[in-house]
């Protein structure tokens, strides 16, 4: 009964004292980014597991905790099939962009603005944190116009940002939780991939990096083989890989604003398997990390 009782005691002793350990470890990199403002696009898998919602929620609140500045912009595709499928509208997507016509951009801002949105505040004020939920047309933080091709309805592109309210919350210790949906300059709604919302808001507020968590473990030579992972790469890499079809698909839009941020300022762009418990803080406080980085050359890797 003693030897037991000494060998639990050894063993919460050793927990504790790992804990400690790994708190010393990430000293470095409290001092580095505290100050600093990060914008992370939150999706995919982490969206829509209760578990992984709890830890990015989590990350992001300890974020807020040592002294960085989380922005979290949320995309929230499933939700809007959900409801859509709800009101007996079929979706339709075209070369990968959602068809949005009236009646669905009507859905698109209910889901995104009134639900999507309000959770994610919700969860984060439980967690400890002081979030503030925002949208695109809120103080005419984005300007939209029609998408390109002007084939999918009201899809949008960003055309501007102002980003004088981002910054005012959080200045004031907020975190903003911005959905992306935003109006042209005539007030009408358009639904603008969130990805590139991220990307360009990153830009606009000077940030230090621009997450993105998606569903794969980052940008990968092979895209079959897990093992292949980039963990570091530059803009003129990052190119490349997108001509040659390394990067294809869905890749080539998340890729691409990252790359677009960096050319604007963003110290470094990251691409994270969201699918993987707390990889926020995987790759903020470790050396390796977990995901793709990308940075603007090669000589700041």
């Keep these: 009964m003693v030897e037991s009782a000494l060998n639990d005691s050894e063993y919460i002793h ?44 989590r990350d992001i609140v300890f974020m807020a905790c040592v002294g960085i500045r989380p922005v979290v912009v949320h995309g929230g595709g499933p939700e809007i099939n959900t409801w859509l499928g709800k009101l007996g509208i079929e979706p ?7 068809v949005t016509d009236a009646d669905t951009m009507e859905v698109v801002e209910m889901v995104l603005v009134g639900r999507v949105n309000k959770e994610l505040v919700s969860l984060i004020n439980q967690a400890g944190g002081l979030a503030v939920g925002i949208c695109g047309k809120d103080a005419n933080l ?57 990307g360009e808001l990153a830009a606009a507020i000077g940030a230090e990096k621009l997450i993105l968590l998606t569903d794969t473990p980052g940008i990968l030579r092979d895209f079959k083989d897990p093992s292949t992972l980039l963990n570091h790469l530059d803009i003129k890499q990052a190119r490349e890989l997108i001509e040659d079809g390394t ?21 470094a762009a990251h ?9 926020l803080l995987l790759e903020i406080f470790s050396d390796m990390g977990i995901g793709s980085m990308i940075v603007a050359s090669e000589f700041t890797l």
């Design 14 to 57: 050793e927990a504790e004292a790992t804990r400690v350990r790994v708190l010393s470890e990430a000293l470095p990199y409290l001092q580095q980014f505290r100050g600093r403002t990060v914008v992370v696009k939150y999706g995919g898998a982490a969206m829509k597991d209760g578990h992984l919602k709890a830890t990015v929620v």
């Design 92 to 98: 339709q997507f075209k070369d990968g962009l959602r």
């Design 142 to 198: 984005i300007t939209a116009r029609p998408q390109a091709s002007g084939a999918v309805g009201f899809v949008g592109e960003v055309s501007s940002i102002n980003p004088s309210m981002v910054n005012s919350l959080l200045d004031a210790g907020y975190v903003p939780v911005i959905s992306s949906v935003a109006a042209d300059e005539t007030g009408q709604a358009y639904n603008i991939n969130a990805d590139t919302v991220a």
């Design 247 to 267: 990067v294809a698909g869905g890749m080539i839009p998340k890729v691409t604003c990252c790359v677009r941020s960096l050319a604007q300022g963003v110290k």
């Design 271 to 279: 691409i994270l398997d969201g699918r993987i418990p707390h990889a």
